[in-house]
C-alpha cells in the first residue's frame, strides 16, 4: 500500500481544532464479497484481492464556552467521512459520514455530558448489498467523583436515550441485529 494523510492541529486557550486527510491505494486488498449465494440458509462470501483506495477526512473540534451556575461549559464535535472502492466497484461494509456533537457541564465533582450521534443513510453499496438507514442516537453520562475517597468516581450512562432502531452498516449481522436501544450502564473507578 501507498498512503499519505495531512494534519492540521490547533489548540488555543479556549478551544481546539484538528483535521486530517487520508488517501491509501492498495495492491491487491483482500476483503469479503458476498457472493449472491446462499448455503444452508446462509449468505456465501469469498475471500477476494483487488487493487482498492481509501479517501477520507476527519475533523474534530471544541470550545470552552465559561461558566453558567458555577459549571464550566464546553461544546465538542466530530465528522468522519471514508470512501472505498476497488477496480471493479465499492468496497463492502463502508461506514457511511458521521456527525457527533456534544456538550459539558463541569463543577467541582460532578461532570455531566450529553450529546448526539448521527449517521447518514449508506446508498454507496457494493454488489449484494442492502442500504442502512440514518440514525440519531442520544446518549447521557453522568460523573461524580466522591470527595471522600481520592480518585473513586461513579458513572452513570444512558445510551440511545430516544430507544432509535440503529445499524451499523459496518456490521455483517445489521440486517438482522441492530444496536443495542435504550441501555443504562452504571461503573466505579478508583484511581491507585
Known amino acids: ?27 491487491n486488498y483482500i476483503f469479503e464479497r458476498q457472493t449472491g449465494d446462499i448455503e444452508d440458509g446462509l449468505d456465501v462470501f469469498a475471500f477476494t484481492g483487488e487493487d482498492a483506495n481509501f479517501k477520507g477526512a476527519e475533523i ?7 461558566y453558567v ?15 472505498a472502492k476497488t477496480d471493479s466497484g465499492n468496497l463492502p461494509r463502508i461506514p457511511p459520514l458521521s456527525v457527533l456533537v456534544g456538550g ?11 450529546e448526539a450521534d448521527y449517521a447518514v443513510k449508506q446508498t454507496t453499496l457494493a454488489e449484494e448489498e442492502l442500504p ?11 460523573t461524580w467523583a466522591m470527595p ?10 444512558v445510551l440511545n436515550l430516544l430507544d432509535q432502531e440503529a445499524r ?7 440486517d438482522i441485529v441492530p444496536l443495542p436501544g435504550r441501555n443504562f450502564r452504571f461503573s466505579v473507578s478508583a484511581d491507585f
Not at 500500500?1 to 495492491?27: C, I, L, P, Q
Not at 451556575?69 to 470512501?83: F, N, Q, T, W
Open 168 to 174: 451499523q452498516h459496518t456490521s455483517f449481522l445489521k
Open 104 to 114: 459539558e457541564a463541569e463543577w467541582d465533582n460532578i461532570k455531566f455530558r450529553a
Open 1 to 27: 500500500a501507498r498512503g499519505g494523510e495531512m494534519s492540521y492541529r490547533h489548540r488555543g486557550d479556549n478551544h481546539f481544532v484538528t483535521a486530517n486527510v487520508f488517501y491509501t491505494d492498495y495492491k
Open 132 to 142: 442502512t438507514d440514518d440514525y440519531v442516537l442520544v446518549n447521557l453520562f453522568f
Open 148 to 157: 471522600v475517597e481520592e480518585g473513586v468516581k461513579l458513572k452513570l450512562s
Open 60 to 66: 474534530q473540534a471544541g470550545y470552552d464556552l465559561g
Open 69 to 83: 451556575a458555577g459549571a464550566e461549559i464546553s461544546a465538542d464535535g466530530l465528522v468522519e467521512y471514508v470512501r
